[in-house]
């Protein structure tokens, strides 16, 4: 059974996560559909995308499937990682992709929904970045995609406290561009699609890839990518980041001993 439900209006394309028995957590499964979707949907001169869950979910997404990070001693979050596989696919596709946000967004569900372009939330919807309740090392893929959307102190105790911060909060920090009421979320998005649709396809994609690059251009060198890539290392081999998985796995609260 697919994880997800597809939509197609006029030019508009509509992708629902639809695995609410697990939160939507971002399984390689899930994360399949998703980009193979958004592959037809380039085939199709699609011209804008809502990526949503459906009405009244609690949990908007879980974040990163849990159960399919590896054990230490290997980078949980390299390149061909499925998550960082559909940021890539959300940031490169040529048209917009609206975030339609109800409820909670945890983990690398947050990263997903930074990775679109468009944030339209509900009064209750949350953000949570959850990798240190776990242990693990976050990329840099992961933190640039972050810092392009939070301030920098903001990011800070996101990342340090990992509790959820509110829509309200969002919106005055511009993390997300408007909250609507559940009754009103859907026609405004779905019209808010409709106007994008209806200008240049051809000039915004060149748009959003100028700004994609332009938000990417942050000059690093060798020596520092491969320092930040061995303090990764230190995390992803440690007992800490085995204890986070073990504890998930065992449904108890990590006991992390900073070795």
Known sequence: MSLILTEIRDTMAIIVMNHVQKRNALSETLID????????????????VILRAPAGVKVWSAGHDVSELPNRGRDPLGWSDSLRV??????????????LIEGGVWGGGCEVAMACDILVTTPDATFAITPAKLGVPYNLGGIL?????IPLPVAKEMLFTAQPIPAS?????GIINY????????????????????????SIAVMKEELRLL?????????????IQGLRR?????????EGLNAFREKRKPRFQGK
């Open 179 to 202: 909250i609507k009421p559940s009754e009103e979320i859907e026609s405004f998005v779905y019209a808010l699609a409709a106007h994008i649709a209806a200008n240049s396809p051809l």
């Open 145 to 149: 995609t972050l810092m392009n959307m």
């Open 33 to 48: 559909e998703i980009t193979l979707a958004l592959t037809s949907f380039r085939e199709s001169n699609i011209r804008a």
């Open 86 to 99: 559909l940021v890539r696919a959300i940031q490169e596709f040529p048209a917009p992709v609206i975030a």
């Open 215 to 227: 938000a990417s251009a942050h000059a690093i060198t060798p020596e520092l990518f491969e320092r």
């Open 169 to 173: 909060q969002a919106l005055n920090l």
């Open 234 to 242: 230190i995390v992803y081999d440690s007992q800490d980041y085995q």
